[in-house]
């Protein structure tokens, strides 16, 4: 299908399909808010890491262990990603150990994963 047939050649604006998503978009900082989630998982190593450490807390050693990485890297994602608060840590010792934030973290990712498998 060409571009062009893609586009509408009506015109008239169907007011009433407008107003109604007016009133239920959300406001300008809820869309930024939701951009730069979508920024911040747009980085495979992200999203890695985020693999790594469902379901079992690991330390920067560890996660930089699986994925092939040095520490500082894995360090600098996590920075990203607990600014985002999509990951939690709790301090054992000398160790940190790094977990999703919640099961919204983990249904994002099982819903992108769905999306790109159909």
Known sequence: MKESELL????EVHADVVEEK????????????LS???KI????????????????????????QLLGMT???????????RQSDLITY????KNVFYSLADD???SIIETALEHINE
């Open 8 to 11: 509408c050649e009506c015109e």
């Open 22 to 33: 007016r009133r239920h978009m959300p406001g300008e900082s809820v869309l930024y808010d």
């Open 36 to 38: 730069d989630l979508f």
């Open 41 to 64: 998982l747009g980085d495979s190593t992200r999203i890695r890491i985020l693999f790594a450490i469902d379901g079992t807390p690991m330390c920067v050693c560890d996660i930089a």
């Open 71 to 81: 520490k500082s890297a894995v360090s600098h994602q996590l920075k990203a990603l």
């Open 90 to 93: 709790r301090k054992s010792g």
């Open 104 to 106: 919204h973290v983990r």
